[in-house]
């Protein structure tokens, strides 16, 4: 928007932009470099990720796939970790350098109205009005400001996570022995089941230059029916036999605690009214089963400036312009991939059971594969059939059936 000669003002209420933003810091680059070519010679980054893991922890064992390769290992990279306290300080100064006016220390408290539009926002202090053409929202999950525009009424607990994470100090060295990473390259894991004392959700590390983003949650409904709460279920995580050798000896020098919205394309809110467009978590734009918010923020961000761009050259900011917004954001990735997980998490979240169902078959079934106890091999199969048998069949199919549909429909 700056770019194209419009004045911008951004407002943040954090000491400075990236102060309040928490993410296990995983950067598409993608994405990025469609806002900031080039970005990768002077941007903070951590590591560029050449490993994901996906792995689930049983009381006492941990299984799961790994995919490494060198094609991300070398450029173009496919992703970064970040510290977002650093990432976001420095891409605001990008927005500045467009010609934006960034003002930290800012919080936004109400919104301007006039015959129902919206027209200006209000920090709540005496001279702390503003007026604009067009307000773009992106105050982040649980958004009070879209509220207040009237783009939702209320968000559900069933309908966020909130999610703990640490950051903990670690040699590089000591990073890449224990992650098995030449130097300078970065895994990503992503661990279910124990992880969460068995909740829908995720515990995740990922490696920095010299620290481990570590965190864990799960549904906050799920928090409350049960009573767990997600500081008790990191210390946990981080006690789980497969984990501790991960960080031991690190230093904590960072915790954190964040919504994550999770209501997905079926509880979409409005993403615009007369005046104001809701952008990145403020709308919900998180896909919750690869993991990506940043991005989808950066891109919603990016379609938003645009729609404002020919609003103003139209000189026309009422949702006959703005309802272009909507389809943008239908044409990209951001609600094609929100439209193409749209039951995932409803049909995992009514079945608790897989992550702890399957997990604990597939942990028995390896260790008596590979106890070596005086048993035969074909005593041992016999048994392994048992222990699938054992699961109802019934479920078995439902199970693969739902999965199935709620990935592929
Ligand atoms: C633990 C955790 C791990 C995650 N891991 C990843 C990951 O690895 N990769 C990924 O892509 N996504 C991840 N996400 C999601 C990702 O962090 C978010 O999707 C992304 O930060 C959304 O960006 P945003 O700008 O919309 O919101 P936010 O980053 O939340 O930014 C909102 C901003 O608005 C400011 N603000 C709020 N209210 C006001 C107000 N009234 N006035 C002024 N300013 C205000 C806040 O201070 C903040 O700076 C993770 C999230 C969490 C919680």
């Known amino acids: ?12 209420r954090g000491q400075y932009p990236g102060a ?10 993608h994405p990025t470099e469609e806002i900031i070519p080039g970005f990768e010679a002077e941007a903070p980054l951590e590591r560029p990720i050449i490993e994901q893991r996906y792995l689930a922890l049983t009381a006492d064992a941990m299984l799961g796939g790994i995919y490494r390769t060198q094609d991300f290992g070398s450029p173009p990279f496919n992703s ?31 919104l301007i109205f006039e015959k129902g539009k919206v027209v200006g926002v209000s920090t709540g202090e005496p001279d702390g009005e503003l007026l604009a053409h067009v307000v773009v929202l992106a105050d982040g999950a ?11 009424t209320e968000w559900n607990p069933i309908d966020q996570a909130l999610v703990a994470k640490e950051l903990i100090a670690l040699q590089a060295g000591t990073i890449n022995d224990r992650f098995q990473l030449p130097d300078g390259l970065g895994a990503a894991y992503e661990i279910f089941g124990e992880s969460t004392w068995n909740h829908l959700g995720y515990g995740f590390i990922y490696t920095n230059k010299e620290s481990l983003s570590i965190g864990t949650g799960a549904l906050l409904q799920d928090l409350i029916d049960s009573g767990h709460n997600v500081n008790d279920m990191l210390d946990r995580f981080k006690k789980h036999p497969a984990i501790t050798p991960l960080i031991a000896g690190g230093e904590t020098i960072e915790y954190s605690a964040h919504l994550i919205p999770e209501f997905g394309y079926n509880k979409l809110p409005k993403l615009f009214a007369d005046g104001v467009l809701v952008v990145g978590d403020a709308a919900g734009l998180v896909n919750p089963i690869n993991r990506e918010g ?7 961000g990016k379609l938003a400036g645009q ?4 609003a103003r050259e139209r000189d026309d900011s009422s949702i006959t312009t703005l309802v272009r917004y909507r389809e943008l954001l239908e044409e990209s990735i951001v609600l094609q991939d929100l439209y193409k997980v749209r039951n995932t998490t409803h049909f995992a979240h009514e079945r608790p059971h897989l992550l702890v ?4 078959l597939v942990s028995k079934i390896a260790k008596t594969y590979l106890t070596v106890d005086g048993a035969s091999k074909k005593a ?12 109802p069949k019934r479920r078995l199919i439902d199970d693969a059936i739902g999965g199935f549909r709620s990935m592929f429909r």
Do not use: C
């Open 142 to 152: 649980n958004s009070l400001l879209a509220k207040q525009a009237g783009l939702h």
């Open 20 to 29: 309040k933003n928490v993410s296990g810091g995983i950067l598409y680059r």
């Open 357 to 360: 169902d399957y997990p604990d």
């Open 380 to 391: 041992k199969m016999a048994e392994i059939n048992r222990l699938v048998r054992s699961l």
């Open 307 to 310: 729609t404002v761009i020919s």
């Open 80 to 110: 970064y970790s970040v510290l977002r306290s650093e990432f976001d300080r420095w891409y605001a100064t990008k927005a500045e350098e467009a010609g934006a006016e960034v003002y930290p220390e800012f919080t936004v408290t109400d």
């Open 294 to 300: 940043a991005n989808l923020a950066m891109i919603s």
């Open 1 to 12: 928007m700056a770019e194209a000669g419009l004045a911008v003002v951004v407002l943040e």
